[in-house]
């Protein structure tokens, strides 16, 4: 029996890891420029936590979660998403005490079960980052310049931002009633899932992929127009940042976001590159959370980033060349094989990035080795080099030879190639 990764899972192979590091790189870099700091939190939860805030009646919940029974009885649930369980801590570990608005990420894999298609995984990986206490419009601002420093540092072109409000719960009830009259006059050319969703919850049907719908939409009240005085305040003061902030950004206010605690701002980072337009970011503000939790009543902004997505976007459009070791060292011979291994380990604690073969074969094939490895320089010794006191220090570039002096031949090496 020969095991296979189960259906929607997937390997992570070295050759692709360099553009994992650099999307985790930037991110942590930036965050830290930012003042978030990391949480990690486990991907295992009661049922009942994402059930309570992503809403009963989304896809996420009703059909795309793993949720099994423990040997206790207890219905748990490996994460759809990040922001519940950050939630979650957050209110445990009573990170509210602490004074200022509370900033933190946290990177790593959630799980739903979709029906699998390029790019998409039922265990796939996101970034996300939350900021606590601050009603906004200024961290929301912020969030958004986070956001787009981020995708841009990443290396991702034709970049598009979408913003929306959804109001609040003052205000967007009475959208919501409109909406809801509206659909009942376009019914028939919904697709099932939007008619029943038009009856429970009828902002879904903007998340409907389906052209019929999305047609039948056109003509749907604008979210915009339904705002509260508080929430008009809120987005226009937030357009006046963003302008300032030199941040552009395009209005669309189909962009309502599928879970049901956000309020107020919602947004979306595109691009447009490669002549198709994905979305790789999401974010958005969801001011009740917290409280509906058992927690105080905070509001709360945040983003989570597709890093599959992410990396896809990358590798198709750039090389990011791997760095080979700063050194080879191919040894003939059982006494070079052992002082090898000790200059080998001297070196490493130096930082110099030392290869060598544990069972090496003749002098060609370790020469093959380093070259395919891209090593910069190659050190070769054998039972005559040690015997002269000398060994060869070869540069794989320029193909030029050197001897080098074996007493002290550690901190001569370190000179050459850690200068
Ligand atoms: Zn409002
Ligand atoms: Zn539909």
Same mark, same amino acid.
């Given at each position: 029996m020969?095991y ?8 992570i ?7 994992? #590091?650099?999307? #985790?790189?930037e991110?942590?870099g930036?965050?830290?420029v930012?003042g *978030?700091k990391e ?10 936590l994402?059930?309570r805030t992503?809403g !009963? ?5 009703? $059909?795309?979660?793993y949720?099994? %029974? ?8 490996l ?13 445990q570990n ?7 608005? %509370? $900033? +933190? ?7 739903r079960?979709?029906?699998? !298609?390029k ?6 990986h996101q ?6 206490? &601050? ?15 981020l995708?841009?540092?990443i290396g991702l ?5 979408i913003?929306?409000?959804?109001g ?16 009942v006059?376009?019914r ?6 939007c !008619?029943?969703?038009a009856?429970?919850?009828p902002?879904?049907? *903007?998340?409907c ?6 047609d ?6 604008k979210?915009? =127009? *339904?705002?509260?005085? &508080?929430c008009?305040?809120?987005f ?6 963003l302008?300032?902030l030199?941040?552009?950004?395009l ?15 919602t *947004?979306e ?10 979305a790789?970011?999401?974010g958005?503000?969801?001011d009740?959370?917290i409280?509906q ?6 509001p709360?902004?945040?983003f ?6 992410v990396v ?6 750039? =090389?990011?060349e791997?760095?080979?070791?700063d050194?080879?060292?191919?040894? /003939?011979g059982?006494?070079?094989e052992?002082?090898a +291994?000790?200059?080998a ?10 290869e060598?073969?544990?069972s ?10 380093a070259?395919? +490895?891209n090593a910069?320089k190659?050190?070769?010794?054998g039972?005559d080099?040690l015997?002269?006191?000398k060994?060869v /220090?070869r540069?794989? &570039?320029?193909?030029?030879?050197? &001897?080098?002096e ?6 001569k090496?370190?000179q050459?190639?850690?200068?």
């Amino acid at each position: 029996m020969v095991y296979t990764t189960i259906k929607g899972f997937r390997d992570i192979l070295p050759k692709e890891m360099p553009f994992w #590091e650099r999307v #985790e790189a930037e991110a942590r870099g930036l965050f830290k420029v930012f003042g *978030f700091k990391e949480i990690r939190t486990p991907v295992l939860e009661r049922t009942e936590l994402f059930a309570r805030t992503i809403g !009963q009646d989304t896809d996420i919940v009703s $059909k795309e979660m793993y949720t099994f %029974q423990d040997a206790k009885g207890r219905s748990l649930s490996l994460r759809p998403e990040a922001t519940a369980s950050i939630v979650r801590a957050y209110i445990q570990n009573r990170l509210y005490h602490e004074s200022g608005s %509370q $900033k +933190l990420f946290t990177i790593g894999p959630m799980f739903r079960h979709e029906r699998p !298609q390029k790019g998409r995984f039922r265990q796939f990986h996101q970034i996300n980052v939350e900021l606590f206490k &601050d009603p906004g419009p200024r961290s929301d601002a912020d969030i958004i310049l986070l956001a787009m420093t981020l995708v841009k540092r990443i290396g991702l072109k034709e970049l598009s931002l979408i913003l929306n409000s959804i109001g609040c719960k003052e205000c967007r009830p009475r959208f919501r009633d409109n909406l809801k009259g509206y659909l009942v006059s376009v019914r028939d050319q919904l697709c099932s899932d939007c !008619q029943r969703r038009a009856e429970t919850n009828p902002l879904r049907v *903007f998340d409907c992929k389906v052209e019929a719908c999305k047609d039948a939409l056109k003509e749907a009240p604008k979210i915009l =127009e *339904f705002l509260c005085e &508080d929430c008009r305040i809120h987005f226009n003061t937030l357009r006046d940042y963003l302008e300032t902030l030199g941040i552009d950004y395009l209005i669309d206010q189909s962009l309502v976001r599928g879970l049901d605690y956000y309020n107020r701002t919602t *947004f979306e980072i595109q691009s447009h590159a490669l002549g198709a337009q994905n979305a790789v970011l999401g974010g958005g503000r969801y001011d009740g959370l917290i409280k509906q939790l058992g927690g105080p009543d905070e509001p709360a902004i945040g983003f989570a980033l597709g890093m599959e997505r992410v990396v896809m976007l990358l590798s198709e459009a750039l =090389e990011i060349e791997t760095d080979g070791p700063d050194l080879f060292i191919a040894t /003939l011979g059982k006494e070079a094989e052992k002082e090898a +291994l000790v200059w080998a380990a001297r070196l490493r604690k130096e930082g110099v990035r030392v290869e060598l073969d544990y069972s090496p074969g003749g002098l060609k094939a370790q020469m093959r080795r380093a070259d395919r +490895l891209n090593a910069k320089k190659v050190l070769i010794v054998g039972e005559d080099e040690l015997q002269r006191g000398k060994a060869v /220090l070869r540069d794989m &570039d320029t193909k030029v030879q050197e &001897d080098v002096e074996i007493t002290g031949i550690v901190e001569k090496l370190v000179q050459v190639l850690k200068p």
